[in-house]
């Protein structure tokens, strides 16, 4: 089979109009990243949502960048990826740039770019689907679940060297999933109302019939395979698309991609916790074969339930001792070992961001404070899109 022709199979199979194809696992160097942030186009005068994401992305197109960009679900939205990356000071300033060159877009055409997991105040029943023949086989499919979806996320894309590999790293990374919905929560409020959630955007996803982890039983890519093709005879996938796990592998790419965070409030925060992810899962690789002792998804999904409800206030059940610590202490463990064993010069850099986003309670709690403060929804939005377009630290 040509190059072409699998690339050919996976566009039909990912817009639901071809057979269920999934790709082999491509080549791919172990601990090399690469970052996507969902981020939100919004009215420079009201701060809601503004369908302007088609104008940016044709202004986008005339640029020569060394990052992509792409449309997302619905038309206040919009993409941007990373190239491959190697530390956090490249992560950095990849993460500078796109986000300089995407505001500067938007200004062009009276928006303004913001992070953050959910638009404090947008109505779902208001967006429009990006006119893609891909999102209106995702509207057919899931019906309003589909605008439901206009929510941001981080996706952090880590190279996991074989196939095999990659379903061993996506199980233990998946086990400290929710301590990453903690570090990167920001969606406090939901449809216009206080949530009671510092993480509101993780709540929307478990509503898709694939969401959830991978499945424990599975330890090799035949595994997963087969997986794969059974699903697909119910006609319950097509592709890797199809699957909304916190954790899952990304064959195409070689890597596999942790799908849980709140787009972060700004691109340092981004590249900060995607190197804390990278440096998980170089030390899970260095423990060779080993895996998980742990296979309750009830005690995931507990453990996820109290990173998004508390944010890093919370507390989090460690699943190798069972023992529950607050979610901050986790973190700081974790940092001051990874540090220790470290190869990235910038880690240190990245550690003191991780530490920054854990100041009195993070995210989540800023927001929080705005509002207790007397400030209104829309100035929450005025607010992050503020932090956005500050770039700095």
């Not at 941001?152 to 074989?162: E, K, T």
């Not at 699957?243 to 590249?271: C, H, M, N, Q, S």
Request: charged share 25%; aromatic share 10%.
């Amino acid at each position: 089979m040509s190059e072409q022709t699998s690339v050919d199979q996976q566009a039909l199979a990912v817009s639901g109009q071809g057979a269920a194809f999934l790709p082999d696992f491509s080549e791919s160097t172990l601990g090399t990243m690469g970052i996507e942030l969902e981020l939100m186009v919004l009215d420079r005068l009201t701060y809601d949502l503004f369908p302007a994401a088609p104008d940016i992305l044709d202004l986008l197109d005339r640029h020569d960048k060394p990052w992509v960009h792409t449309p997302e679900i619905t038309t206040s939205m919009l993409e941007v990826a990373t190239s491959i990356l190697t530390s956090y000071d490249e992560a950095a300033d990849q993460l500078e740039h796109i986000r300089a060159t995407v505001q500067r877009a938007a200004f062009e055409v009276g928006a303004s770019i913001s992070g953050g997991g959910a638009h404090p105040f947008q109505k779902w029943a208001e967006q429009r689907i990006y006119p893609k023949e891909r999102y209106f086989a995702s509207e057919r499919k899931f019906g309003y679940l589909a605008k439901l979806f206009t929510v941001f996320g981080m996706h952090v894309h880590i190279g996991a060297g074989s196939p095999d590999e990659a379903m061993r790293l996506c199980s233990w990374l998946t086990q400290r999933a929710p301590l990453f919905i903690a570090l990167s929560s920001n969606s406090p409020c939901w449809q216009g109302e206080v949530s009671g959630f510092c993480s509101s955007r993780s709540n929307v996803v478990g509503a898709f019939p694939m969401s959830g982890i991978l499945p424990y039983e599975i330890r090799t890519w035949d595994d997963f395979r087969r997986h794969f093709d059974e699903l697909a005879r119910y006609g319950i996938v097509n592709s890797i698309k199809d699957f909304y796990w916190d954790v899952r592998p990304k064959p195409e790419y070689g890597t596999i991609e942790l799908r849980v965070l709140d787009t972060p409030l700004k691109p340092v925060y981004a590249a900060a916790l995607a190197c804390y992810a990278r440096e998980l899962c170089l030390e899970f690789a260095d423990q060779a074969g080993r895996w998980p002792s742990s296979a309750s998804r009830e005690l995931y999904t507990w453990n996820r339930f109290n990173a998004a409800r508390d944010g890093v206030e919370g507390h989090w059940i460690d699943p190798e001792t069972g023992v529950s610590i607050p979610i901050a202490e986790a973190v700081r463990a974790d940092l001051a070992r990874l540090a220790r064993r470290s190869q990235d010069p910038g880690f240190g850099k990245a550690c003191a961001v991780i530490e920054r986003l854990m100041k009195d309670g993070g995210q989540a709690r800023w927001l929080r404070a705005h509002l207790e403060a007397g400030g209104g929804m829309n100035d929450l939005a005025r607010m992050a899109s503020e932090l956005f377009d500050d770039g700095a630290a």
